[in-house]
């Protein structure tokens, strides 16, 4: 008698998530395509500059582009300006900035669209594989990942933080804009999933954001936030 359950074909696995990588350190370089390509990514293109990449990207058409913050030819923000150029050319590819340096009016400038797909890491805190493949697998999908240090940047910027979000709403949207769930949240702050529904619940409504069925109000509170 033919098994039924081996008569019936498997689903076919996604594809592997499509890489392009700008880093001027060629010893970097060649480490991270061999990192991506052990979590399971294909880097399909790798330069030493960002005016390379932006050469090519529009035929290679990758899922996420990853870039240093600084590149030559002044090592300052060539990293971050070419992210917002693809943003502009290629909105659906993901972009992560992965650096040494927190560059907070560049990344504020990348998170004002509010679209999502977009990480910036920094290199001596990535702990593990598994948090490499997990933020490219979270960017690709349109979530942000943003390490704390980079959120604490951006925080530290306004003065005038929106004074109707209580002390735990604040600790719970700093924790949103690292890219957290609800259920990451009450693990950090050791507190229940329902109180932390009730926060974020709570910072939508005093902060405007009309429920219009998208993750990206997350993305969107923070950034109220940033320029109360």
């Known amino acids: 008698m033919t098994d039924l359950a081996s008569a019936i074909p498997a689903a076919p696995s996604a594809p592997p998530l499509r890489l392009v990588l700008a880093e001027d350190s060629v010893l970097l370089r060649e480490g991270l395509i061999r990192l991506f390509d052990e979590a399971g990514f294909v880097t399909v293109a790798s330069y030493g500059d960002a005016d390379s990449l932006l050469a090519e990207v529009d035929a290679l058409r990758p899922d996420i582009a990853v870039l240093d913050v600084r590149m030559p030819p002044t090592f ?23 650096s040494q340096y927190v560059e907070g009016t560049y990344a504020h400038e990348l998170l004002a669209a509010g679209n999502g797909g977009l990480g910036y890491l920094l290199k001596d805190r990535v702990a593990s594989l598994d948090e490499l493949r997990d933020a490219v697998t979270r960017i690709s999908a349109g979530g942000t990942v943003l390490d704390p ?44 999933v329902g109180a932390v529904e009730k926060n974020v619940t709570s910072i939508f409504q005093k902060l405007g954001l009309d429920d219009s069925g998208s993750d990206h109000r997350r993305v969107l509170a923070v950034l109220t936030y940033l320029r109360h």
């Open 76 to 98: 300052r923000d060539e990293g971050v300006r070419a992210a917002l150029e693809l943003r502009r050319r290629l909105p659906s590819v993901g972009i992560l900035l992965l």
């Open 149 to 192: 240090q980079v959120v604490r940047e951006l925080l530290a910027r306004r003065t005038d933080p929106v004074a109707a979000l209580t002390p735990r709403e604040r600790d719970v949207l700093g924790l949103m804009a690292e890219g957290r769930t609800n259920a990451g949240i009450a693990a950090k702050l050791v507190i229940g």
